[in-house]
C-alpha cells in the first residue's frame, strides 16, 4: 500500500480539505480526511490520471468524477506511476529537465542553431527574395530608400 499526504479538492468548488489517499496493490483507491478519518473517496480499481512531473512542483491525481488530489510527494506518485500506469514519456521528460547536462546541450544547440539562422539563412532568403522581385518593385524600395535616408540619418555635403 502507498499513502500519500496531500489536499483533496471536490471538483465543484473551491474549498481545500486536508487528505491521505491510499492506494492498494490490488489498485484500489481510498481517500480519507486526515483530520477525522472519515472516508471521503472510494474507487474499486486504479482510473486516476496522474500530472506530468515538473521540477518539484506539486502533482495532481485527477479523479474520474472530476475530485482532485494535489500531494507534494512526488517520489510516492512517481511509484504509483511506475506500478499502475507504466513508464511514460512525462517521466523521461522530468528525467531530461532534472539534469544540468542535457539543459547545457539543449541551450548549446539552441545558439549553434540561432547562430547558423542569422549567419547562413537570413543572407539566403534575402537573396531569394531579391531574386524574385521584379526590377520596377526594386527601384521604387530604392527610392523610398533612400528618401528614408536622406530626411533622417544623411545630411548635405559641406564640400564643393
Known sequence: MISISGKLYDGQTSAEVPAVCLIYDSGAVIVENSVDGRRILSLSRFTIKVSPRLADT???????DGEKFETQ?????DRIVKRFAGARWASWLHQLESRWRFALIALVAMLLFLWGGIKYGVPMASSEIAHRLPPSMLHAAGKQTLGILDKSVLSESELD
Open 58 to 64: 506539486p502533482r495532481y491525481l485527477h479523479f474520474p
Open 73 to 77: 510527494d512526488n517520489l510516492s506518485v
